[in-house]
């Protein structure tokens, strides 16, 4: 089993930066590739980016260029930098994994961008 804990949300002014982190434990070598989501009340969650290793990622349009995703092997850990932060990036974020026994999903962490 895969446990994954997410950390770094909190409010920022629109135009700051966040850097959200998602460790992961458990069974880290079953991951095959992380991606963190965010969902608003009443909408579907909806993928911001996606690291598959070997430099194989996606992020989402609406973030283009103002997000990116990483993956540090070592420290089991993917991160989400978030620059020039608008004010329709205020979400509750959340870190999946795919493993080789199924999708895993965080707690979420709070990401509020004030005007």
């Known amino acids: 089993q895969v446990q994954l804990v997410e950390s770094g949300g909190g409010l920022v002014q629109a135009g700051g930066s966040l850097r959200l982190s998602c460790a992961a434990s458990?069974?880290?070598?079953?991951?095959?590739?992380m991606a963190w989501y965010r969902q608003t009340p009443g909408k579907q969650r909806e993928m911001v980016a996606d690291?598959?290793?070997?430099?194989?990622?996606n992020v989402a349009d609406a973030v283009k260029g103002r997000f990116t995703i990483s993956w540090d092997f070592d420290k089991n850990t993917v991160y989400l930098q978030m620059n020039n932060l608008k004010v329709e990036d205020t979400a509750t974020y959340y870190c999946?994994?795919?493993?080789?026994?199924?999708?895993?999903w965080g707690q979420g962490t709070q990401v509020t961008v004030s005007s």
């Open positions: 690291d598959a290793g070997g430099g194989l990622k």
């Open positions: 999946n994994a795919q493993t080789t026994w199924g999708v895993r």
């Open positions: 458990g069974s880290p070598f079953s991951i095959r590739s």
